[in-house]
């Protein structure tokens, strides 16, 4: 059972500049989460999206965008990249909550990105 | 949106030591998930506990919703159980829900 997986490992951009980064949700799996962490903080809410649309999003601004595909895998996008972005992108996958039940959610080993 | 709080911050333990991590949270929560962050950064999945106490091996975790606040325990600790915990708690809005962290407790385990 493939757990979930995020592409690439490591990224390093410059400012101003735009990035992509890909996850895949864990098998059977509908909802995927994004989050950042800063070194030496706990993650942080970017977004989430089921049904390929974003359900809710955190305080982030307009710069980070994100689609979900089909097959639930799930692209985060940032624009006009900042110094400040620099962090471990990190998505989680989980089934969507039903009828008040939660399910835990999982998450994949991270993309770091270095904004210099 | 809820407040989530560690402690403590940092610890430093002997191989073999018993230490009590604690999770406070500001306000009702739906449910509580407990992570290791290994140091490469990958979230390890600990406990999905809402109330009550769960046991997995040489660590247990109980939350009492009623007073906002959950415990890891970590017994016989070992070099591997170095890294980061971080509780999470779950907040739900009219469209989804979503986690929202603690700022963690880094934990050394020393030989």
């Known amino acids: 059972d493939a757990g979930v997986t995020q592409s690439p490992t490591h990224l390093i951009k410059t400012r101003g500049q735009q990035v992509t980064l890909r996850c895949s949700p864990k098998?059977?799996?509908?909802?995927v989460s994004w989050y950042q962490q800063a070194l030496g903080q706990g993650p942080q809410f970017i977004f989430q999206?089921?049904?390929?649309?974003?359900?809710q999003r955190g305080n982030f601004p307009d710069r980070f965008s994100g689609h979900q595909f089909p097959n639930y895998s799930s692209e985060l996008n940032v624009n006009a990249l900042l110094l400040g972005d620099s962090a471990l992108y990190l998505c989680?996958?989980?089934?969507?909550?039903?009828?008040?039940?939660?399910?835990?959610?999982?998450f994949g080993p991270g993309t770091r990105l270095t904004v210099t | 949106g809820i407040q989530v709080e560690q402690s403590p911050p940092d610890l430093i333990l002997q191989e073999g030591a018993n230490s009590t991590l604690r999770c406070n949270f500001s306000?009702?929560?739906?449910?509580l998930q407990w992570f290791h962050q290994n140091p490469w950064g990958q979230l390890i999945n600990l406990f999905y506990?809402?109330?009550g106490t769960k046991q997995n091996g040489r660590l247990s975790a109980t939350t009492v919703a009623t007073e906002r606040y959950s415990l890891l325990y970590i017994s016989s600790s070992q070099t591997t159980d170095s890294g980061a915990y971080f509780c999470?708690?779950?907040?739900?809005?009219?469209?989804?829900?979503?986690?929202?962290f603690g700022g963690g407790t880094r934990v050394l385990v020393k030989p």
């Open positions: 989680a996958s989980s089934f969507r909550e039903r009828q008040g039940l939660f399910y835990e959610q999982y």
């Open positions: 098998s059977g799996h509908d909802t």
């Open positions: 999206y089921y049904e390929e649309e974003e359900r």
């Open positions: 306000d009702s929560v739906n449910n």
């Open positions: 506990i809402p109330s």
């Open positions: 999470a708690v779950v907040e739900v809005k009219a469209a989804g829900n979503k986690l929202t």
